[in-house]
């Protein structure tokens, strides 16, 4: 506060005391000048400059560098305490303690730099480092070798102008990009993300060969990135980050990395959070972490695990957007560039960095060069006698000059009076003990290292590569890459929720809500969920799930609403009128607007829904017609089968059923799906089944078909391609399961240590069943789903031996197929070098004969039809309104 008062005496005159008021308005303007006009700017660049934004030249920003220039002052080799350290620290950076130590742990557990002891903390479960008295660091042998260089170093006065520090270190490495860097500045941010240290590296090797290079983040909590907008890391920039979430058992997930920015506790809060509001169901979580993540997430009974790690995704922390921001200080200016240009400024840094120390060291050798020459000189030739009768100390000087003159044609400058000094300064036992031969190999040795600085110098950029591929052969072990990139599948909210509330509706009011709960229960649903409305006069709606909203009286169809649903197909029969004929129709409803009222009727007054059915799978099921006894209608009744009603637009006005007045119409046979099977593809690049035509054609399934998934550990599976499915990284085999077909494999029996091999039919359907067997050192080798496979064998070659000759094995007539629990047959006795599957015999599978196929029929198609009475009318318009956009 006393601090305060003197600021605003000493200031006081620094106000301009003219105010200068608008006459259009009552406002008065006060003007500042002096000081405060320009306090703002200042304290804004100090806190970029000095504070918040790393330089490009070294990577750090100022607290980081002092801490780096401290623990090489201190450094002897053994641990120092931490708060002997920013005790230290302190002479340089003027902001306290706090600051201090928590850089240099935020420096220490990215595990580059600093040599660590104690409990730093953990970055995977968020615990904070111990104090600094209890915790102690040295500098890494990586910092050693690639921070400091004094000779090269420019200095500067600290703060109060008791003790020089570096403007910025001589960091010979892309440390900026290895490390990574965040702060909040005055009107600006940065956020470089961390990158790998092996393809910093090899990105700064191509640079330098003037090749290509990309990269890409890597964090320390590993996980997984989507960086289709990584964009260079420069602002608008986008990266999705993903925990890494498998299925244990049927009802355990495990979480086993986690995205970067989080830890394990804010991880498991936000799963709970989502719990509780009903976004997902989860039984309970354990947190088993230690040196790595293990979160394991239990499910109740009856819930789907693919479909819970899809909500996990939907709902929780478990996936997250980072947004880059590449913003540096170069020349006391803040820059925003992109990672390419920051690995090229830094690489080319380097090799500026490593020129001017090979210039140090040439002109070092030279120096000792010549000086050894000058040595040599002065006592083969017994020089040092001239001085004997000398008696002041310029004569002393000038008959060594004068001794040494007719030697010195062959030095390479000329001797100076130091040169001299030196000489002079030689020790007695030195002389009496010189060795010639020794003096003549010290001089070629120096001769060959001045040679090949000079070689490096010469091919400098050579060098800078050599230099590069020694930092990943020296410090490169154990730092490949953590992070997983891979291109993430968008994930629909509304189809992952968990259905945590009940629909119910008020058919004859027309309500439907969340609230009714003495009304007609609908089905299960979640808050963020749509639902379809129809009434008897033939209106349509899609709401958003509510407490309770009114909808429209005489309600007889309610359901949650999907999205580009193809596959549910309405069957619809209506009076057009009052008196008016009845027509016939089957539609889809693949999108409309929300909360708007859409007729499925010709749009006439009066008219009313006659019958009407929702089809999950595009089933037709049979009805009958019953007309009243009218005038000289002679046929009352007839049978339908909407299987021959092809599926057209919703606003389609539908084919003539009858003129007459219908009765009642009957429900006569339950219907079977008209649709096609549907196609289904695996995309590999997001490891996720679709229908839309990207990756591998899996098959066309009908609603029965099962996959085919076996994986590198053994295990094989069959169950319904449900497109929210999710696939581990080892899985070697997917494809749609045909019952009939053996599957052949050839697995190590750790016990017997040999080579088995078996062929086996799954039978369990829905049910993970390993095939080898369960000792810990069985492997699976390959495995062959082709109806005739053929293997080949490679031996060995043996010493002093002619190599055997490699054996074809057919796997069809070599074993007979048995069950899944079997052992099977040995393969053989002698040692194997390599097994390949070679292209299998030709077969083709006997197809039984359908006694009775069902036409199919596309549910796109929209082609005219006339059958069982029922004609076409002129009136079939496009299937959707154009005004379509679904929030």
């Not at 000058?374 to 004068?402: M, P, Q, S």
């Amino acid at each position: 506060m006393e601090e305060n008062d003197d600021f605003n005496d000493k200031n006081n005159d620094n106000i301009s005391e003219e105010n200068s008021v608008n006459t259009d308005s009552s406002e008065a303007l006060t003007r500042v000048s002096g000081m405060y006009k320009e306090w703002f700017l200042d304290y804004a660049s100090y806190v970029i400059l000095e504070r918040a934004v790393p330089a490009i030249e070294d990577g750090f920003k100022p607290v980081q560098r002092r801490i780096m220039h401290s623990l090489k002052e201190l450094d002897d080799g053994r641990y120092n305490k931490v708060a002997n350290v920013v005790g230290h620290t302190m002479q340089y950076h003027p902001h306290g303690d706090a600051s201090i130590a928590d850089a240099m742990v935020q420096i220490g557990q990215k595990d580059l730099l600093i040599d660590t002891q104690g409990n730093w903390g953990n970055i995977l479960t968020g615990d904070r480092a111990a104090a600094s008295r209890y915790i102690e660091a040295r500098l890494s042998k990586f910092a050693l070798e690639v921070i400091f260089s004094p000779k090269i170093t420019e200095w500067q006065s600290s703060y109060d102008g008791r003790k020089k520090e570096p403007v910025n270190l001589p960091v010979k490495f892309p440390l900026l990009l290895a490390q990574g860097a965040e702060g909040i500045a005055v009107g600006l941010s940065t956020k470089i993300l961390p990158h790998n240290f092996i393809e910093v590296i090899d990105a700064s090797i191509k640079h330098l060969k003037g090749q290509r290079f990309k990269l890409f983040p890597d964090f320390p909590t590993a996980g997984i990135i989507d960086v289709t907008n990584y964009n260079e890391g420069l602002r608008g920039g986008k990266i999705r980050v993903r925990a890494k979430i498998a299925q244990l058992d049927k009802n355990t997930l495990v979480i086993s990395e986690i995205p970067y920015g989080t830890n394990t506790g804010s991880l498991i809060d936000s799963i709970l959070k989502a719990n509780e509001k009903g976004k997902i169901k989860i039984k309970k979580i354990e947190d088993n972490t230690a040196a790595d993540v293990e979160i394991l997430v239990h499910l109740p009974a009856g819930i789907s695990p693919d479909r819970t790690i899809d909500a996990l995704y939907a709902f929780t922390a478990c996936e997250s957007s980072i947004s880059p921001l590449g913003c540096i200080i170069e020349d006391n200016k803040p820059l925003f560039i992109g990672v390419t240009d920051m690995l090229q400024r830094s690489t080319d840094s380097t090799v500026e960095l490593l020129k001017k120390e090979l210039e140090i060291q040439l002109s070092e050798l030279e120096e000792q060069w010549h000086f050894a020459s000058l040595e040599r000189i002065f006592i083969e030739n017994r020089i040092y006698r001239d001085i004997e009768e000398e008696e002041t100390w310029e004569g002393v000087i000038k008959a060594i000059d004068k001794g040494l003159a007719p030697f010195t044609k062959h030095l390479k400058r000329a001797v100076t009076e130091d040169d001299i000094v030196r000489l002079t300064e030689i020790r007695i036992k030195r002389i009496s003990k010189f060795d010639l031969d020794k003096a003549q190999q010290h001089l070629e040795s120096l001769q060959e290292r001045i040679a090949e600085v000079k070689n490096h110098l010469d091919h400098l950029i050579e060098f800078a590569i050599d230099y590069f591929k020694r930092l990943k052969e020296t410090y490169g072990k154990d730092r490949g890459r953590l992070t997983e990139i891979r291109i993430f599948d968008d994930i629909e909210a509304t189809k992952v929720a968990i259905r945590n509330t009940k629909l119910y509706v008020n058919r004859e009011e027309g309500f439907v809500g969340t609230s009714l709960k003495k009304d007609e229960y609908v089905t299960d649903c979640s808050d963020i969920d749509d639902i379809i409305v129809i009434t008897n006069d033939g209106k349509i709606m899609v709401s958003k799930v509510d407490s309770k909203i009114f909808v429209g009286k005489g309600i007889i169809h309610v359901a949650v609403f999907k999205k580009k649903d193809k596959r549910t197909t309405y069957n619809l029969i209506y009076k057009d009128g009052k008196g008016g004929p009845t027509f016939i129709k089957r539609f889809n409803v693949t999108s409309v607007t929300r909360d708007r009222i859409y007729d499925l009727t010709n749009g006439n007054s009066n008219s009313q829904v006659l019958y009407f059915s929702a089809n999950a799978n595009g089933e037709a099921e049979v009805i009958t017609v019953l007309l009243r006894q009218v005038g000289s209608v002679k046929k009352l009744k007839w049978d339908i089968d909407f299987s021959d009603v092809l599926i057209k637009g919703r606003s389609s006005k539908g084919n003539l059923v009858t003129k007459y007045s219908v009765k009642r119409i009957e429900l006569k046979e339950k219907g079977v799906s008209t649709l096609k099977p549907r196609k289904i593809w695996f995309d590999d690049v997001v490891r996720r089944l679709n229908v839309d035509g990207r990756g591998e054609l899996l098959g066309e399934f009908r609603g029965d078909d099962l996959l085919l998934v076996i994986s590198q550990k053994g295990v094989a599976k069959t169950f319904l391609p449900v497109l929210t499915s999710h696939f581990d990284d080892d899985m070697i085999v997917l494809e749609k399961w045909m019952p009939e077909k053996p599957i052949s494999a050839i697995y190590w029996e750790g016990e017997k240590e040999r080579y088995y091999v078996k062929r086996f039919l799954v039978e369990s359907e829905n049910k993970e069943e390993l095939f080898i067997s369960e000792h810990p050192k069985s492997y699976l080798e390959l495995v062959a789903t082709d109806w005739r496979p053929l293997i080949e064998i490679e031996f060995p070659k043996p010493r002093g031996k002619e190599p055997r000759e490699s054996e074809t094995v057919d796997l069809e007539n070599f074993i007979s197929i048995k069950g899944i629990k079997a052992l099977g047959n040995q393969l053989i006795t002698e040692k194997i070098k390599n097994i390949n599957i070679l292209e299998p015999l030709p077969f083709e599978p006997i197809v039984p004969e359908k006694t009775e196929d069902i036409e199919v029929v596309d549910e796109e198609s929209i082609e005219p039809n006339k059958k069982n009475g029922i004609s076409d009318t002129e009136n079939d318009e496009p299937t959707d309104d154009p005004k379509t956009l679904f929030d």
